[in-house]
């Protein structure tokens, strides 16, 4: 669309910048674009809760279009919880809106004085009074600005977990269909700019370059995505639970857990489907539907509706809880969604309670009395809303574990499972090595969505990228090289804002196949080598803006539990990932120095 909205919410002021086109063709878009603008217009004086940090949302060059599942946008900040950079990506239908507004991006600086929220339409962009919304629940908000602007709206809000700077905050958006901007606390820094809503209003066209092309693209690519991702739309990403289980990648009670074989099948998405699954939800632009809206009726539970649990909820407040009763984990997701929790930090940090409860160093005088025990999804569900509220227990658990373990001292650090601050997602590195160096070298902290690489550790190919075949998942030998190469991959994906489970989750699209969509929806000329080229700098522009920030190799670590204590039973049995072979061979891949820092030589080369 060419343009980018600056909202200044200190002064109350709107300004529209045009985009430069060259610019966008270096940095694409969503994340990528986002990380030009962060990198420059903030600094290492940035306090990411103050005023003077950045709020970024991103669509791409391919959101909104007919390229399948790109109802996408990006997220972009300097993170609460971890200090660096920020990013969280998210689906539904917001980023469609908001092009069809006729913008590509907001960027929101300052913060206002009290609660406000924003209307973006193709005629105005208003900030209006929200003191009547401060307090509600993600799902209430929805209900009440659609009424007030019209049902045509789409809201993108938090909760009062952002409200009360919960520092794994998420932003919501689709209502009840519960599409999560989760990671890095990114709710937090809306919530400290009193920033309550966005809400986007569009009709747009959303014009491409070549739509015959486009089309006929589509022809030749979605039906093998359509036919690939069969199973993840019957049963959601919770399908795969059961496998994780049986290959060891499902974290148990707090990472020491081995075998939890029929805990797995109760909560599996197999299961979901004969009991609680009402329908299928799918995000704009999309072919696959792996979202699942699920009702629970009768019973302790009673009340859940709206979306369902995904694998890394269950994985989350499943596994590493040990609790496997899946109504209630449905309860606990949609308890996440309305408070405007990350489910995966707030999983994290429960089991990390649970642990600290079993050694003594939390009691019941600080959970209000809650017996913080292994499978209980009483304690599960009283600790997320102690946490959503900022009460209790939940006061410090919001703080994520890093500072939590801090605060409590001693063993607790042992406990506190976490690279950079940002807590481990529901896989297992022992299982999968390459997420041992994804998890180190991810740029926002312990993420496996950064590289994406484990599926080319299990039956993945991606020729172009120089995997003809996967590779064998206990090997370390050449996980630096996929890792890196496959980072560069999900950065230009993240950029262009289409769902990763078409190259990485069965649908088949190759790299070569995102570059004809982009060529045919900007009418640009570029090659695989460019675009694979300009993945690498976006890569490199988002580690140094971290290095700039103190980052470096003794920062490339994973807590001693993961590297020394290795499952005892099932599917990873024995394993244990060597992560200063896999480093070494990252850094030199890279071109970075010694000290996980991009050379001058390097940034030079990448345009930077």
Request: proline share 4%; hydrophobic share 40%; aromatic share 6%.
């Amino acid at each position: 669309m060419g343009k980018l909205l600056i909202i200044d919410l200190t002064k109350r002021k709107v300004d529209v910048e045009r985009l430069n086109a060259e610019v966008l063709r270096k940095y694409i878009g969503g994340s990528g674009l986002g990380a030009r603008l962060l990198y420059d217009g903030t600094d290492e004086r940035t306090d990411p809760l103050g005023p003077e940090n950045l709020l970024i949302f991103m669509t791409g060059p391919l959101t909104g279009t007919k390229v399948p599942t790109s109802g996408r946008h990006a997220v972009v900040t300097r993170s609460p919880l971890t200090g660096i950079w920020g990013e969280s990506d998210v689906g539904g239908t917001w980023g469609i809106a908001l092009k069809r507004a006729g913008y590509d991006g907001v960027v929101i600086r300052g913060a206002a004085d009290r609660p406000v929220y924003v209307i973006i339409t193709e005629e105005e962009v208003r900030v209006a009074d929200a003191s009547h919304l401060w307090g509600m629940d993600t799902y209430q908000l929805d209900e009440v600005l659609r009424r007030e602007v019209g049902p045509e709206g789409v809201i993108s809000s938090i909760g009062p977990a952002g409200e009360k700077l919960v520092r794994f905050a998420s932003i919501m958006s689709d209502g009840r269909a519960g599409r999560a901007a989760g990671r890095t606390g990114v709710g937090a820094v809306m919530g400290s700019k009193k920033l309550k809503a966005l809400v986007t209003l569009g009709k747009k066209e959303i014009v491409v370059a070549d739509p015959v092309r486009l089309e006929r693209l589509n022809k030749a690519i979605v039906p093998g995505i359509v036919k690939g991702t069969r199973e993840r739309g019957l049963y959601g990403t919770a399908a795969w639970v059961v496998t994780a289980e049986h290959l060891g990648d499902l974290p148990l009670k707090n990472w020491v857990g081995s075998t939890w074989e029929e805990g797995a099948e109760k909560l599996s998405g197999q299961t979901m489907a004969k009991t609680i699954l009402k329908r299928r939800y799918y995000c704009g632009s999309c072919v696959i539907g792996c979202g699942r809206e699920v009702e629970v009726q009768d019973g302790p539970y009673a009340g859940v509706l709206g979306a369902g649990p995904e694998y890394e909820t269950i994985g989350m407040l499943g596994g590493l809880t040990l609790v496997d009763n899946l109504e209630a984990i449905a309860l606990g997701h949609q308890m996440c969604n309305q408070y405007g929790l990350d489910v995966i930090s707030t999983g994290a940090v429960i089991a990390f309670a649970m642990e600290c409860f079993e050694h003594g160093l939390i009691t019941t005088a600080d959970t209000g009395g809650i017996e913080l025990r292994w499978g209980s999804a009483s304690a599960m569900l009283e600790i997320i809303r102690q946490i959503g509220e900022r009460q209790e227990l939940g006061a410090l658990l919001g703080e994520g574990v890093r500072r939590a373990a801090d605060e409590i001292g001693g063993l607790a650090r042992e406990f506190a499972i976490h690279c950079k601050g940002l807590e481990f997602p529901a896989h297992d590195p022992r299982a999968m090595k390459s997420l041992a160096v994804s998890y180190a070298t991810s740029n926002r902290g312990a993420c496996h969505l950064q590289s994406l690489a484990y599926p080319v550790e299990l039956k993945l190919a991606i020729p172009e990228l120089g995997y003809p075949e996967p590779l064998d998942r206990f090997t370390d030998e050449g996980k630096g090289v996929l890792t890196a190469r496959m980072q560069d991959l999900m950065s230009l994906i993240d950029s262009l804002k289409v769902c990763k489970f078409i190259v990485t989750g069965g649908g088949g699209v190759q790299p070569s196949h995102l570059v004809d969509w982009l060529n045919a929806v900007t009418g640009w000329d570029m090659d695989l080598t460019e675009f694979l080229k300009t993945g690498e700098r976006l890569s490199n522009l988002k580690r140094q803006y971290s290095v700039r920030l103190g980052i470096s190799r003794k920062d490339d670590v994973l807590p001693p539990r993961i590297l020394t204590t290795p499952r005892l039973e099932g599917g990873a049995r024995e394993s244990l990932p060597h992560l200063g072979l896999m480093l070494r061979e990252y850094y030199a891949y890279r071109g970075w120095d010694e000290q996980g820092r991009p050379t001058p030589q390097k940034l030079a080369e990448l345009g930077l």
